[in-house]
């Protein structure tokens, strides 16, 4: 049986990556995997009573310092666990940092909330430079329940056994070996036999560990609304529109917009699938026949390699905007690109954050096809999006809220 890919886990070295400015509060020797230092920290920033706005700011700047350091440290881990969910090493470090640091953080940062909501209202700080901060940390108080730190563990560990079971997962087809990720190019081809026996052996496949997904699933449900009603919610729903702090919206404005696409757009939709059935002489759609060109037409192959597909977006960025294609040269210059779909990778694609060094990383899983462009331009407005925020000193102001 042959191998479809033969690239190595990837091994990516964080350790290249410099502070985007020296540190003032943190060590730069800290180990901040370890439940202790991480305590420490917190403890000294706890004992400071801020009397005057500068005071209060120079605290602010200080917790934005070591939570940077923190969450790339939480962040690096995470990749590298995502990067290659079958390495033991990797697994246990990221699940290490979740059963032991998190855990400490949480009601640590509660009380340095509360510290500096009670500050805020004495010193006189900036209120508009503060002001989207401050409407956050009170958030935040308000959601923070004890009893909720161990669930939150349990959901993040229950996510990590999801991507270890789903990176794992191969499709042996036309005697070839494939990671599971890689048998949607076969969905866009022009044989019909080849779109619905590769459709067959992937759902196959994932049938395979479906008593085991939907374990995981049920007790990401359980555990998700308790921490909902601990919090004082009905569900969970309304509990992660205020964690993601949606102010602005409601659940019942996006019933209002389901509705409205139910209404408007459904109907042109299903004229739209009637279409594609008539192109392709069908009268009957399977969820084979969904992505292949409904004409006929060979599906695109715009790359045949990763440097070919980096190289080609570098080019695509640059023609939109200069400063766009600076932006995608540091993801280059700095390795912080693993695009290409690989045995034991954890499925998807997303942006992650490094912190510290106030950098972005890109996660996908690449496998040649058109999608992939699309794929790595919504990733990388999110990177784009994140370089341009880089020199706010404050960490909370160096990414977009949820609905951006």
Known sequence: MEQSNTHQPTELDFHTLEPYQPRQFVSADADLTQPKTVTDLYQQLLERTPATADELESLIADRSEMEAAIAQVQSILYIRMTCQTDDPQRAEAYKSFVETVQPVIKPLADKLDRKIIEAADTTGLDADRYEVYFRKIRSDIELFRDENVPLQTEDALLSQQYQTITGAMTVTFDCTEYPIAQMRKFLTGTDRDVRQRAWEVTQQRYSQDAEKLDEIYEKMLSVRTQIAKNAGFENYRDYKFREWHRFDYTPDDCKQYHKAIE??????????????????????????????????????????????????????????????????????????????????????????????????????????????????????????HSLSCASDPLLDYRHAPMEF
Not at 275 to 303: C, I
Not at 312 to 326: I, R, T, V, W
């Open 263 to 384: 209404t408007h757009l459904v109907p042109i939709q299903q004229k739209i699938t009637q279409l594609r059935a008539d192109q392709m002489g069908l009268e009957t759609l399977r969820p084979w026949d969904l992505v292949v060109n409904p004409q006929g037409r060979a599906p695109l192959k715009p790359f045949e390699s990763t440097p070919e597909f980096i190289a080609g977006m570098g080019q695509m960025f640059n023609q939109l905007d200069s400063q766009l294609g600076e932006y995608f040269k540091v993801l280059i210059d700095f390795g912080l690109l693993d695009l290409d779909s690989r045995k034991g990778k954890a499925p998807g694609g997303y942006q992650s954050s490094l912190n510290e060094a106030r950098k972005p990383f890109i996660f996908m899983n690449a496998i040649g096809n058109n999608d992939d462009l699309r794929v790595l331009m919504h990733e990388g407005g999110h990177a784009f």
